[in-house]
């Protein structure tokens, strides 16, 4: 069954071998993937979307990735995280006003 999960990256290990191991951050989980381009190695994430997501570590992006049935990622999308402390302030000032 294809899904998708949401979060952030929060740590990037980069190896001397090329591998690169990032940890990423959703639903008050934190879940570790790693690419490799040695083939006896386990790599589940290929080399594409890793170039993407690693950038995004300390930043205000958010990442969404989708994976097919088969559990492999297919594609990623990011966007500006949405700043909950902005949302409370929102509802604050506008329960003033009212």
């Known amino acids: 069954m294809a899904h998708s999960i ?15 191991e990032f940890d990423f951050y959703h639903e008050d989980e934190i879940t570790a993937y790693r ?7 386990l790599g589940n994430f290929p080399k594409e979307l890793v170039e993407i997501l690693v950038p995004t570590l300390a930043t205000d992006i958010c990442v969404e990735i989708f994976f097919a049935d088969d559990g492999n990622p297919t594609h990623v999308q990011l966007e500006e995280c ?15 006003e009212g």
């Open 35 to 41: 690419y490799s381009s040695d083939p006896s190695r």
């Open 6 to 20: 949401f979060g952030q990256v929060i740590a990037v290990r980069k190896f001397t071998q090329g591998d690169v």
């Open 82 to 96: 949405e700043d909950e402390e902005d949302d409370e302030d929102l509802d604050e000032d506008s329960d003033l």
